[in-house]
């Protein structure tokens, strides 16, 4: 059973909101900068701006162009093309991994958010003030360990994203981020002016855009082409499922580079944001995912103003991750709705049931199941956590090995007459991304895997 009616996105302006509050994100403000920090710096930015340049706008365009063709649900987008073009119906899989992926992502992306809705609480109360490195770190400690507290503010993270998504694409995905992102990006701006007063943002702006490349692993450049997909909700279905719900007249490739360019502007914000206030107090920037909830809440507790400061950080955290979980449920959403009988209401209801209930094994996995590794047999995976394979097999493979086939079958598997309709694009501009397409993007991902094996 497939329903007709497929909504659009009410202008250019709200779908572009959309894309940009999808692709920022807790990638943008929490993973970036501790992912940054434990691989040395400015050589690991330099790598993901290169990543995003030469495959992620490649591959954001492609994902765009297969939902607005198909104006269905990712799985059933790929189902028709192959259909109609009488290709492998293996090439649904890039509609199924995609849907899968933005399933188990935001079953751990939820946690975290609900960590940051904690941290509101703590920071409202001001906890933080006078507070030295060991109560800062037990703070966090216990609440990793406590099973029912993660779980009462994941359920309430996925209570505010399900809220949202109930509305549809009008009265919940643009209301949202009409609101939620310019929100947002005042509170950095507030930030980052706040971390210019520190005494070490030119230290900040130096560790960021200095590159060391003695710093940077095989695995530092693999994490920065997977942030890459990340952090552009690359891999996920979601970007197809915008695409579907955006109109013909809309120009694919302006939005793609307008997007691309706000969300790396943010992620770098988020960096001068929060390594000035790391360094003026002496802290490490290679804390790892702790970073933003052990080492700035240090910070925050012996700066001037600084609890307001914090609470103002983790506010803009919780959009941040709000908006892009609203985008992760998208998809999911839109499948149960084309292809059951369930009414928009039930759709959200069924989804977002059910990725709450998976994210009770990253919940666990932070406490009681903290020694469990389901796949420690293999030396690769020795010790990871289920929070940790989840991760892992998302961010590293699901997601590029996605973007890969997305973009080779754009690229190479439909037709060129075809495609540049639908991108309207001019003749130069349109070459440049069919090449990048065909042959950039494809070997880049192919090339850094290999890499890091």
Known sequence: ?????????????????????????????????YMTGESGGGAFVLIYLLCILLVGIPILMSEWLLGRIGQRNPISTMSSLTTRLKRSPAWVLIGVFGILGAYLILSFYSVIGGWALAYIQLGAVNTFTGLESEAIGALFSDMLASPLQLLLWHSLFMILTIGVVLGGVTGGLERATKTLMPTLVVLLIVLVGYAATSGAFAEGVSYLFTPDFSKLSSDGVLAAMGHAFFTLSLGMGIMIAYGSYLPKHVNIGRSAIIVVLMDTAIALMAGLAIFPVVFANDLSPSSGPGLIFQTLPLAFGHMPGGWFFGLLFFVLLVFAAW?????????????????????????????GGATWALGIATVLSFNVWADVAPLGIFAKFEGMTIFALLDYFTSKLILPLTGLATVIFVGWRMSREEVRENLNMGEMAFNLWRFAARFIAPLGVVAVFIVSL
């Open 323 to 351: 908006t892009s979980a609203i985008s992760l449920l998208e998809p999911i959403v839109e499948w149960f709705e084309e292809k059951t009988p369930l009414s928009r209401v039930g759709a959200t209801l069924v989804a």
């Open 1 to 33: 059973m497939t329903k007709q009616h497929h909504a659009q996105w009410s202008s250019r302006l709200t779908f572009i909101l959309a894309a940009v509050g999808s692709s920022v994100g807790l990638g943008n403000i929490w993973k970036f900068p």
